[in-house]
């Protein structure tokens, strides 16, 4: 996310002229970029204490993994259905209003509670593992929901990022002009995806690396908590239109749940180079942008 609008900046700076770039549009991105790792964080903190308050403190953590568990498997879905159904899906032309599509999460959601209820209460009672290590098995299982919740909101998010001066190009050669809604051609989305999905089959493991074992120690509820908060936050900035990135947002919770234990519990050497990294990705995907842009230039004047 940095890099795009870094890059675009550049290019806008040279190639237009500082009165064509929309400087109260990249104030309000540049906002989000401050505001989302902090939100992200204050939520997966609130929400880690949380847990760990009524589930992993308490006298019987199983049973009351058992209560609330389910609880927040339904949360979830409920969250994916409706971020989905309420004008998530404009290609299909399902126009619900959000009272339309807040009933229709509710019911999903508690379809999830229910199944996931049933399954965590035979879990229980076969008692294949015991005490703290079932509650983390069953938290296991909750994370696996979070991490689909996150990859949508990073495909609503990022995948968008990264077509939309696509999507801007192809708009502005067969139409003459860049409108400020509509629809994206299908086959740009698929093209974003495939750079996803092929950008994590190869180095995606070094990041993986950093955010799950570099910045803090995470256990599966801990990785609930960080993955929920970040996923929530991402799609509430997604809905207003602004470009920030996942990975910065999960970050942010991932260090509010090490926060949750105490400054110690957090390696701030990794923090404070992912820090320098963000804000030294922005100039550099500018200045980048700016040299290709005249070189492209040098050579199409030439032929």
């Known amino acids: 996310t940095h890099s795009v609008v870094g890059a675009l900046v550049g290019f806008g700076l040279f190639a237009c002229g500082p009165s064509q770039i929309q400087w109260s549009v990249l104030v309000h991105i540049a906002a989000s970029w401050l ?11 609130l929400l880690f204490v949380f847990v760990r308050r009524v589930i992993l403190n308490t006298r019987d953590p199983v049973a009351a993994t058992l209560r609330i568990g389910p609880i927040f498997a339904g ?3 409920a969250n994916l259905v409706l971020a989905t159904i309420y004008e998530g899906l404009d290609n299909l032309k399902l126009n619900l209003s959000f009272l339309q599509a807040l009933p229709l999460a509710l019911i999903a959601g508690a379809l999830s509670w229910g199944v996931f209820y049933v399954v965590i209460r035979r879990q229980c009672r076969r008692r294949t593992l015991r005490g703290m290590d079932h509650v983390e098995s069953v938290f296991m299982v909750l994370q696996i929901m979070t991490a689909a919740y996150v990859a949508f909101a990073h495909g609503a998010n990022d995948v968008a990022n990264a077509v939309g001066p696509v999507a801007a ?3 502005m050669t067969t139409k003459g002009v860049v409108i400020a809604q509509t629809t994206v051609p299908p086959w740009i989305l698929v093209f974003g995806g495939i750079g996803i999905i092929a950008g994590l089959a190869t180095w995606g493991f070094k990041v993986m690396k950093t955010v799950g074992k570099a910045i803090t120690e995470l256990t599966p509820s801990r990785g609930f908590c960080a993955e929920f908060s970040t996923a929530s936050v991402v799609l509430v900035c997604s809905k207003l ?6 990975t910065h947002t999960l970050v ?3 260090v509010g749940v090490g926060l949750a234990r105490g400054l110690d519990s957090v ?3 990794v923090v404070r180079s992912i820090l320098s990294s963000w804000l030294l990705t922005v100039p550099a995907a500018g200045g980048l942008s700016v040299g290709i842009f ?3 230039n040098h050579f199409i004047a030439k032929f």
Request: proline share 6%.
């Open 252 to 254: 942010g919770a991932v």
């Open 294 to 296: 005249y070189l492209l």
């Open 169 to 171: 190009v192809i708009m």
């Open 75 to 77: 949360l979830t879905v």
């Open 267 to 269: 390696n701030l050497r």
């Open 35 to 45: 505001i989302s790792p902090l939100a992200g964080g204050l939520l997966a903190f």
């Open 241 to 246: 239109g602004l470009p920030m990135s996942t």
